[in-house]
């Protein structure tokens, strides 16, 4: 057995993605949409990005109204492999229940558990940071890929390291996790070697679900429960904990000793507003554009433009962002562009649901 | 025979306005929109309120282009009295051209000349300007009608006025009409007295020929020949030369001491750009609507925006100025309002000659 035989890949699609409205929606969230240009959607790039690692051993969780919609982008997908939410528990719930249906399917499986709204580039060191994972898992560690930062970010958590694993080669005992810093604090982290917490983890699901046992019982054996009898997963959905699973196992775990990272040199980005989307998607123009750049039109201009078909033209504006869209247009700067979740409140407040 | 009778209007309907882009088009200029939110286009208004001081005494004067267009949205026009230019020439072969007709028509006529696409409030103080402008007209006088100005405006001309007429009481006469100034010397002149030039002329065709006669014979023969047998006007049209009524006409009349000035003390605005729009529809919100305002949601904003069917959320950002229409978006600000005629120009040079 290689390092891969049975590992699995997890891939949770939840999220609306509000600050990236207009493109992003309820309906239609972030990860259905090509953010980069690249031809292909978040979750579409996820599979692809997956597909040598885990072959067709792959687990979409989504929200019951987008299952038809990832379906239908994911035709190599087995329909099986895609379970569908009852409704939106966070993701304790969600990765809880695709590693009770693993524990019970293949008592070899180890589980990684990928976004599927998330930008990776440089794909080696994404493999091979997985791959190390993937040993430290098999040796009981419940395993994170810690990113290396290029820049003191405040939107990310972060994760401190301590020794060297001695039992696997690469990786890391976790100190602690920790919260969003402010930027002072941002700049001291990385001075201090932490690395960003990206969200990946990487555990044998039997771990994962003992792991969570310890701090709640009923809610692990509820999982269990679910993927013993699936026909249960309506009535008992809506009784778990929203809770998500950092909070719920890997900060308990990491006080505990048993979280390990492993420390990954690639791009990522978790594209959390249109400045993170600028700032990935910036070339040589002042004005980056997402579409189709015949278009635009800038006199002294420079910021992103998102086009849906129409001319944009823009003059005279700074770091704006120009979001067209069929039936909204969002124009902002890239400096506010975290308040673009206050739109989205004010048209749910304001019965515009259908526009959100 | 009452001061107004035999008073005709004339109204020029031309120029693209692409200062207006992309609300206004070649195709679809200025005059035909409601650009006030009144529910009358610019032309409609304009025929509005000349209405009661002509009746039906009205010669529109519109490129071929827009002849049906006009007619449509005229409805209460007998037909014949909209007069298509086979191509644009300028002010003065479309104004001499009305002229012409009228001076074979009625003997009696008084001609007022009036764009399609200004708006006027206070109506009142408009009637009034204009019958004592026709009383000085009847005198032989070239008569404008200065308006007072509310500001030292740089986008339009003034003039300068002298002694009171003698033989026609509130008119007096006129120095000069100058250009358009910079911003110290429109104070100068606002602080001397001067009158904004609204381009507005009231005058016995004859005269008007009479005058353009004495500057280019040729011209005023031509204006009379195609009057005399209009089957002539395909073919003499493109022989006629481009230039404003201003300058061959009204310029050198007051170098002769010709030209009368009626003081008009009323609102007026030729709505040049988005900026003058803004100021024009401005109330106490601070993002002014043009078109649906319960589609527009605006944090920390403020400026213009039009809307078109499509909801429009802005945050962020002073002064700006957001145009949505179906094929194309303008996003800028009021300070480079004037910068719009850049964006057509270059749509033009890129071959897009479908979107200007």
Redesign the interface.
């Known amino acids: 057995m290689t390092d891969l035989d049975h590992f699995w890949a997890v891939i949770p699609a939840g999220g609306a993605g509000t600050r990236l409205?207009?493109l992003s929606r309820q309906g239609s969230p972030k990860f259905l949409h090509d953010l980069t240009g690249s031809g292909r959607t978040l979750i579409q790039a996820t599979v692809d990005r997956l597909a040598p690692l885990v072959a067709d051993r792959m687990l979409v969780v989504t929200g019951r109204a987008h299952r038809e919609a990832v379906v239908a982008q994911l035709p190599e997908l087995d329909a099986q492999s895609v379970i569908a939410e009852p409704s939106a528990r966070d993701s304790m719930a969600a990765i809880g229940l695709a590693a009770a249906f693993l524990e019970a399917r293949d008592p070899d499986a180890v589980m990684g558990s990928f976004a599927a709204d998330h930008v990776i580039t440089e794909t080696a060191g994404f493999n091979a940071a997985v791959t190390t994972a993937v040993s430290a898992a098999r040796a009981g560690w419940l395993v994170t890929i810690g990113i290396e930062p290029t820049h003191p970010a405040t939107g990310f958590g972060y994760i401190s390291a301590g020794d060297a694993l001695s039992d696997v080669a690469g990786a890391f005992g976790v100190l602690e996790f920790v919260e969003k810093p402010s930027s002072d604090v941002a700049a001291a982290y990385v001075e201090a070697g932490y690395r960003w917490n990206a969200g990946m983890f990487v555990v044998r699901p039997g771990v994962l679900l003992d792991l969570l046992g310890q701090q709640d019982p009923d809610f692990a054996a509820a999982l269990r429960g679910i993927a013993a009898d699936p026909s249960t997963l309506a009535e008992v959905w809506p009784t778990l904990p929203r809770i998500a699973v950092d909070h719920a196992v890997a900060e308990p775990a990491a006080a505990a000793g048993r979280v390990a990272v492993v420390p990954g040199s690639f791009g990522w980005d978790d594209i959390g507003d249109f400045a993170s989307l600028q700032t990935l998607l910036a070339g040589d123009d002042p004005v980056t554009v997402l579409g189709d750049a015949g278009l635009v039109?800038a006199?002294?201009a420079d910021g992103l433009v998102v086009t849906s078909g129409?001319?944009?033209?823009?003059?005279?504006?700074r770091d704006?962002v120009?979001v067209?869209t069929?039936?909204?247009?969002?124009?902002?700067?890239l400096?506010?562009a975290q308040?673009?979740k206050?739109?989205v409140a004010?048209?749910k407040e304001g019965g515009?649901d259908h526009?959100t």
């Open positions: 409205w207009p039109r006199i002294d129409r001319t944009i033209a823009v003059i005279g504006l704006v120009v067209d069929g039936d909204a247009l969002l124009v902002t700067t400096e506010r308040d673009v206050s739109i004010a048209l515009h526009l």
